[in-house]
């Protein structure tokens, strides 16, 4: 299966739902207009559907876009809620949201910072 890399470093999910009859061009007019972004940048740009069973994942690649589309057959994805109009996640945290993980759920261990080694 076509999936993106773990080391991707910069995806960009966009948190508002989108039309997906945009396709290639209206997705890259909307990563230009509406998050102030180049589309033709090495970025990874991420939307879903309002019912949130669709994602589609956009990106230039030299000489043009490749849109990517995923469609659940039962499920939903779970889509991050932010304030914001975009998350910025790495490669693997996308993989694990295509699995089906919910990553508001997932927190790292807590970083602890020493001021001298003892």
Not at 6 to 25: G, H, I, M, Q, S
Not at 65 to 89: N, Y
Request: aromatic residues 12%; neutral net charge.
């Amino acid at each position: 299966m076509l999936r993106p890399s773990d080391n991707l470093t910069e995806v960009y999910l966009c948190v508002e739902p989108v039309d997906f009859r945009k396709r290639a061009t209206g997705l890259s007019v909307l990563v230009q207009d509406e998050l102030g972004m180049s589309p033709l940048s090495d970025k990874l740009f991420v939307f879903t559907n309002r019912r949130r069973n669709q994602c589609a994942m956009l990106y230039w690649e030299r000489t043009g876009f490749v849109l990517w589309t995923k469609k659940l057959q039962r499920q939903r994805f779970h889509w991050p809620g932010s304030v914001d109009e975009t998350v910025r996640l790495s490669g693997r945290e996308l993989n694990w949201l295509l699995e089906g993980f919910d990553l508001s759920k997932w927190h790292p261990h807590e970083a602890i910072h020493y001021e001298y080694v003892a």
